[in-house]
């Protein structure tokens, strides 16, 4: 969008994604050097839109590594920002090419699509906390990770926010409502209007960092982002491989129960319930996370520990789950220790 007014010198200003360009024609450098640069570096911009579009590497290789974060994170915003991406591509590499950036003010203006992705990317944000951090506080996890979230929306382009007001919002909107999954919204919400009202421009001239110096911090943050899904995910995906282990097993053992139960396996009338009793006892082990014939005092001190841990009092954003795994551990506690001399 081309703007009515001229600059200094004659340039006229283009508005691209909230970044008033300059039109590169009408700023001063040797002839046809402008031409050749943007031309080589716009066609690498778009092969690298095109190939790796959703995880920002064409923003990494025009130097916008928190545009470039972002992408990855939500893979290129979700989809529609990657398509986005296409039309403001010429501006961007016009920047990276040393286009001056026209400032009409000393805050930028505000941005009703800069503020709607701090709102979604909040919430994003926020479940992903919820999902993979379950044994941190609510209060705690889910209002600083939303406000990361918009805080990393905020830092887009040559703009950028108070860090510190922006998750300060979060947490006071939080205490509203007690940490509460479907409080996310009004979160990021109040977070998002705190980093709009602290908006800035980023200070001119700041030094680049290096190559690795800058995929060296952003695959810190990669790895602060994933690592808890993962961990999340992979015990999951450890249960479901018990399971299927189980499973399979389940002829074996059937077999094997039948021939001692008939006498086959030379066991005595009563080995059929030994068995089960030793079956429960390996599972009771199991549970408390202790390995079998372990003492008794080890199974008072597992037994205090997990029950605390899996109290439905301190797990109320996954309460079926703890209090199926609060059942277990009693049930296993009994099988060792006998009937109701649980402690705590």
């Known amino acids: 969008m081309v703007c009515g007014a001229k600059s200094a010198g004659g340039a006229v200003p283009q508005e691209l994604h909230g970044e008033r360009v300059l039109d590169p024609a009408a700023v001063p450098v040797p002839p046809g050097a402008m ?193 808890p899904l993962a961990c999340r995910g992979l015990s999951g995906a450890l249960a479901l491989a018990r399971a299927v282990t189980e499973l399979l097993l389940l002829p074996l053992h059937a077999g094997r129960l039948l021939a001692e139960v008939l006498g086959f396996a030379g066991c005595s009338g009563g080995c059929s319930a030994s068995v089960e009793g030793n079956e429960r006892q390996r599972r009771a082990f199991e549970v408390l996370g202790l390995p079998p014939g372990s003492s008794i005092e080890a199974v008072h001190r597992s037994y205090r520990e997990l029950v605390k841990f899996w109290h439905p009092d301190h797990n109320r954003h996954r309460a079926e789950e703890a209090e199926q795994r609060f059942i277990e551990l009693l049930e296993a506690y009994e099988e060792l220790a006998g009937p109701r001399r649980a402690p705590g």
């Not at 025009?62 to 591509?89: E, I, Q």
């Not at 951090?133 to 406000?147: C, D, F, N, R």
């Not at 830092?155 to 860090?163: C, F, L, R």
């Open 35 to 227: 031409t050749h640069t943007m031309a080589k570096q716009l066609l690498v911009a778009y092969g690298l839109w095109a190939l790796g579009g959703p995880l920002g590497l064409h923003h990494l290789y025009l130097g916008r590594d928190s545009h470039a974060l972002l992408w990855m994170l939500t893979l290129g915003g979700f989809g529609a920002g990657w398509l986005w991406d296409v039309w403001h591509l010429p501006s961007w590499v016009a920047i990276a090419n040393g286009a001056p950036v026209a400032r009409p003010g000393p805050v930028p203006a505000l941005s009703a699509l800069r503020l709607a992705g701090q709102v979604l990317v909040g919430v994003y944000f926020g479940l992903a906390a919820a999902l993979g951090l379950p044994g941190i506080p609510a209060m705690l996890a889910q209002p600083l990770a939303v406000g990361l979230g918009v805080q990393l929306v905020a830092s887009v382009g040559d703009q950028t926010s108070e860090a510190p007001r922006t998750v300060a919002a979060a947490f006071a909107a939080s205490l509203l409502f007690q940490g509460r999954v479907l409080a996310l919204l009004p979160i990021s919400v109040a977070a998002a209007i705190a980093a709009q009202r602290h908006r800035r421009y980023r200070h001119r001239g700041a030094p680049r960092h290096r190559l690795p110096a800058r995929l060296y911090r952003l695959a810190l943050a990669l790895v602060a982002f994933a690592a």
